[in-house]
């Protein structure tokens, strides 16, 4: 894996912030509103009365103080409870093109290269917009790039998984200058109308640039990749082309995004720690050797376990720095989040692990050592 390093990484964040108190206020209504009109049928016991939001809840429950999200007014409509997101004509460039093109040309900059020289492009989010034509292939248009480009998604891990296939591309030599982009909106896939969901999600969008190692070059050298999934339920998403066929109709509402949370906790810890345990012993490594763990940022609870797990103790606050407080999660994209905010101030030769985790199960990490 030394034959493959990540020269610049870039960042789109939404023009839209929403605070846990804004959130708070649009839900409740919302849910007093459900509560009236479900009453008769609450009172039969057919239905259960839907909690009020708190803030101490979200805080208790995530981290989560602030979330950005694409756009902001129909989010908190208790009407609506959803983006406004206008429709494009096919001659324009789609949202997650524009978010994606804005994110890649910041890791180019960083990286020193130009759009002319990327020859391979992968898109890994939680939810595209469309089945095709690939966003990823039309982002290579936008940005004049050459070779190839496809999409693929393992949910939240999308970003670690994408970022082994553009290594493997490096390795293999069937790329010269990849990038991998992550354009999450997650406001338009999250269930704002309940308590347990409403403040999970945040939009933002990632970009990594991969290329072949150069000692003389700054930049992480990727010391070796490592995947695991493992069959759940706990983390669902049905929102597809079928639904219409279906026999049984459900609303979109019912479709999208849902979770077994404790569950999820429970299951998922313990195996994240031990899948950086045993990639780390695979390298040669130990974790005391780390520097850094740039975590996926879905719950504040669950990064604080794995690392603790890993390390043997409670980390420093730059151990495994945290973004949600600010972010939310923002699925495959939170990772990355931490690592471009987070990694200039190590010297050459510290150690760094990049791991994300979500739905499938699975798991994605990647050992990175700084020029």
């Not at 391979?120 to 790039?145: D, F, H, K, M, T």
């Not at 994209?333 to 985790?357: T, W």
Request: charged share 20%.
């Amino acid at each position: 894996m030394a034959n493959a390093m990540i020269t610049g990484s870039g960042l789109w964040t939404p023009d839209h912030g929403i605070t846990n108190a804004e959130l708070v206020e649009s839900l409740t209504g919302a849910v007093q509103a459900w509560n009236a009109e479900h009453a008769e049928e609450i009172e039969r016991g057919d239905l259960e009365e839907r909690d009020l939001p708190s803030e101490r809840f979200i805080v208790k429950a995530s981290g989560v103080q602030h979330r950005y999200v694409i756009e902001k007014t129909g989010v908190l409509d208790p009407l609506r409870l959803r983006p406004h997101l206008p429709t494009r004509g096919e001659e324009e460039d789609s949202i997650q093109c524009e978010i994606s093109t804005q994110a890649i040309r910041q890791a180019l900059d960083a990286a020193g290269r130009d759009a002319s020289e990327v020859d391979a492009i992968i898109v890994g989010c939680s939810n595209l917009q469309r089945a095709y034509p690939a966003v990823a292939v039309e982002v290579q248009n936008a940005l004049g790039a050459s070779g190839w480009a496809y999409d693929m998604n393992v949910a939240c891990s999308s970003a670690t998984f994408a970022l082994q296939a553009a290594v493997d591309a490096i390795q293999s030599g069937s790329a010269t200058c990849a990038v991998v982009v992550n354009p999450e909106i997650t406001s338009a896939h999250n269930n704002f109308e309940l308590r347990d969901y409403h403040f999970i999600f945040g939009d933002a969008c990632t970009a990594l640039v991969i290329e072949k190692h150069e000692a003389s070059r700054p930049g992480w050298r990727v010391l070796g990749t490592r995947l695991q999934t493992q069959f759940s339920n706990n983390i669902r998403n049905d929102f597809g082309f079928m639904n219409r066929s279906e026999d049984e109709a459900r609303e979109p509402h019912e479709l999208v995004f849902r979770q077994r949370g404790r569950k999820v906790f429970r299951d998922v810890c313990p195996m994240v720690a031990e899948h950086i345990r045993t990639h780390l012993m695979a390298e040669g490594r130990e974790t005391a050797e780390l520097a850094r763990m740039w975590l996926h940022q879905a719950n504040l609870g669950m990064n604080q376990l794995i690392s603790k797990t890993v390390l043997g103790r409670v980390p420093e606050a730059d151990e495994a720095p945290v973004i949600l407080d600010e972010y939310a999660n923002t699925s495959s994209a939170g990772s990355v989040i931490a690592f471009h905010k987070f990694n200039e101030d190590l010297p050459p030769g510290a150690l760094g692990m990049l791991c994300s985790f979500g739905a499938g199960y699975s798991i994605g990490s990647v050992i990175l050592e700084k020029q």
